[in-house]
């Protein structure tokens, strides 16, 4: 399996770090994708972007336009946007194939590949709205990092465990990151 996971310049690059590292346990093939922005907004969120770049097996950025994953000839099973910046998904949604990280979103789309969308902020405009809307039809998975109270989280890392596993279960891969509802206490 080979998976490409982007990070772009929103809050909660924390959340691909864990996809990251779980994948990378599972043997599974990455191909990390850092916009500009992505790495930036790591820095204030006291994310060192070459230790989360170890976690993946291939490594590029947004303006490596030539890569080979840039090409929908070279087989990608899933992409994952994690965090999605409102200027990506909006990019992806109008097929505006600006970078690396918009083109591959791109080829997944027309080839009705999986693509995980976790667009972050808040509060929503219409416009972010109306693009989560395109997306949708367009067959990607909306998946905003939205917290849930019910398995009882008791720190951050366990929030951010559920976000990765949600993650996870859309791409159907096996996890235990979090304790699923019926599952017991
Ligand atoms: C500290 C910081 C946090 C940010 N958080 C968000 C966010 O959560 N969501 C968002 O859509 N944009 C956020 N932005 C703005 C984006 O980084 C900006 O729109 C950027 O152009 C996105 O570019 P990219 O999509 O190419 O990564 C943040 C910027 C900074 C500096």
């Not at 043997?27 to 969120?45: N, P, Q």
């Not at 000839?73 to 109008?94: E, G, H, Q």
């Not at 366990?158 to 304790?179: H, M, N, P």
Request: aromatic fraction near 6%; hydrophobic fraction near 45%; glycine fraction near 6%.
């Amino acid at each position: 399996m080979r998976i490409i996971v982007a990070i772009t310049g929103a809050s909660g690059a924390v959340i691909a770090e864990r996809l990251l590292d779980v994948l990378k346990k599972k043997r599974i093939e990455t191909h990390l994708i850092i916009s500009e922005a992505g790495k930036r907004v790591m820095d204030y969120e006291l994310k060192n972007f070459r230790e989360i770049r170890g976690l993946s097996t291939f490594q590029y950025d947004e303006n490596e336009i030539d890569a080979g994953i840039a090409s929908s000839s070279n087989r990608a099973d899933a992409m994952v946007i994690v965090p999605c910046s409102l200027k990506t998904l909006s990019a992806v949604a109008n097929g505006f194939c600006d970078n690396l990280i918009t083109r591959c979103a791109e080829n997944m789309l027309k080839l009705n590949r999986r693509l995980v969308v976790v667009p972050r902020d808040t509060p929503l405009s219409l416009a972010a709205i109306g693009n989560m809307r395109k997306l949708k039809l367009a067959g990607a998975v909306i998946l905003p990092p939205n917290m849930a109270y019910y398995y009882k989280p008791e720190s951050v890392d366990d929030v951010t465990d559920f976000f990765a596993g949600k993650i996870l279960d859309s791409l159907e891969i096996e996890q235990d990151l979090y304790r699923r509802w019926g599952d017991g206490p």
